[in-house]
């Protein structure tokens, strides 16, 4: 099995779009990804603080779950003058949108060396990418922990 | 708020907002924005500044070093900046990446420089006009000196021995987590990229933020005097700042060097991704 087939179906057609940009265009990319990052939903924009800190980043990156029967949706507020970390977050919440928990976890903590960042990023900067990550995918767990525990109830919920 | 950059040692070397504002169109004048964030300046800028990224403009790209006088040269040709051009540095975080590119134009010798005070940060705070336009400048002839390490550089072998002198004050600028060794690690990836915490022995803990204020502008000089001066920080040393790869530290290195007119102050690079790692090198927690 390959590293992309591991992915989401939309994750890798990200992935493949990234490889396929050469040097500043893959930036340029990123950049767009930023810009397009969703506002938080009417519904949790009252109650960030009740959203989960990604305390490893040195940008304040909130994240929220929200189950739809089974299927993950993620939430993310990333302040716009952290671009980088926000386009991070754009992909990922583009890429993983309705993904399964099992999805998530299968992805590979490596993925996004495929898509090439680390030639014009820091290794530094390649650690949000990774963050983020591992991040949702805790968070994937513990769905994956509540659905076993209520697996008859259907009502969307977050965490 | 408003003080009088004339107290500072240097005063020349900060500009304000206003300046800024004024010399937009200054040919003599170039902005230079240089932020963590490699993509922010895309997102708007000062109009007509340039962007010099730390990573890939100032690092080379295969050893853990600076860019050599030749490709210095191509950087200031590429952005327009003649030997004589003033050169303004602004950027993110308190201008922590701005001071940097401050440091090192200095190791080339390019003095005709400074900083606004205050950054990004406060120019948008005021209201100030960005823009998206990537501004492009005819090519100049520019000749730089050899980069020169030993004035306001220090290598680790030099921070070894200076542990031994009691002439030398170490500076930590780095969180006091981090000085204290408490936060190293970060679940599944080492935070620092450092094998283990703590800090060079003797080294006095100032996070290097602590000089500036709410607003990113750098605090009174009888305020910065106070901090340093405190713990044993003055003028009277020979000061080795450091953090993690340098950036912060670099900001410090600013502050000690041209706000409160220390001598000899030396920004160590290598910092705690090089001590924190470094066979036979002691630390203290």
Redesign the interface.
């Known amino acids: 099995m390959t590293a992309e087939s591991a992915l989401p179906p939309r994750l890798g057609e990200i992935v493949e779009d990234f490889q396929l940009a050469e040097g500043s265009e893959k930036?340029?990319l990123?950049?767009e990804y930023?810009r397009k990052l969703p506002p938080l939903p009417d519904w949790l924009r009252d109650r960030r603080d009740a959203m989960d800190q990604v305390?490893?980043c040195m940008t304040p990156v909130f994240v929220v779950a929200e189950n739809r029967d089974r299927k993950l949706v993620f939430h993310f507020d990333v302040p716009?003058?952290?671009?980088?970390?926000r386009?991070y977050a754009a992909l990922l919440e583009e890429g993983v949108r309705g993904a399964t928990p099992e999805q998530i976890l299968q992805i590979p903590?490596d993925f996004y060396q495929e898509m090439g960042l680390q030639d014009?990023?820091?290794?530094?900067?390649l650690?949000g990418v990774?963050?983020i990550l591992?991040y949702i995918k805790r968070l994937a767990t513990k769905e994956l922990a509540s659905s076993e525990l209520q697996s008859d109830s259907s009502t969307p919920h977050t965490i | 708020m408003t003080q009088s950059n004339q107290e500072y040692a240097r005063p020349d070397v900060l500009v304000e907002t206003d300046w800024v504002a004024e010399h937009l169109n200054d040919p003599n004048v170039r902005l230079v924005e240089s932020n963590e964030?490699?993509?922010?300046y895309?997102?708007g800028h000062i109009p007509g500044a340039v962007k010099i990224d730390w990573?890939?403009d100032l690092n080379d790209p295969l050893v853990r070093d600076y860019l050599d006088k030749e490709r210095f040269e191509q950087l200031m040709s590429q952005k327009g900046i003649s030997n004589d051009t003033t050169v303004v540095f602004y950027g993110?975080k308190n201008n922590w990446w701005a001071t940097y590119a401050f440091w090192v134009f200095q190791l080339f010798g390019h003095t005709n420089a400074k900083i606004m005070n205050g950054g990004r940060k406060k120019w948008i705070d005021e209201g100030r006009e960005l823009s998206t336009d990537v501004p492009q400048y005819p090519p100049t002839q520019y000749t730089a000196q050899e980069r020169s390490d030993h004035e306001i550089r220090a290598f680790r072998d030099e921070v070894l021995q200076a542990l031994k002198q009691q002439n030398v004050a170490l500076v930590d600028v780095r969180s006091n987590d981090e000085y204290t060794g408490k936060k190293l690690h970060?679940?599944?990836?080492p935070?620092e990229?450092a094998l283990r915490g703590g800090h060079i022995p003797g080294a006095q803990n100032i996070p290097w933020a602590t000089a500036v204020r709410e607003d990113s502008t750098f605090k009174s000089r009888e305020e910065l005097e106070q901090i340093y001066g405190t713990k044993g920080i003055t003028p009277d040393k020979d000061v080795i700042a450091y953090c993690r790869?340098g950036e912060r530290s670099s900001h410090t290195w600013f502050v000690l060097t041209y706000l409160l007119g220390y001598d000899k102050v030396r920004n160590y690079d290598g910092s705690w991704t090089e001590w924190g790692n470094g066979v036979g090198l002691p630390i203290e927690k």
């Open positions: 930036l340029e990123l950049l930023a305390h490893e716009p003058e952290s671009p980088t970390v386009g903590g014009v990023l820091s290794p530094r900067r650690q990774h963050t591992a | 964030d490699v993509l922010l895309d997102l990573v890939s993110d970060m679940p599944e990836y935070q990229g790869i």
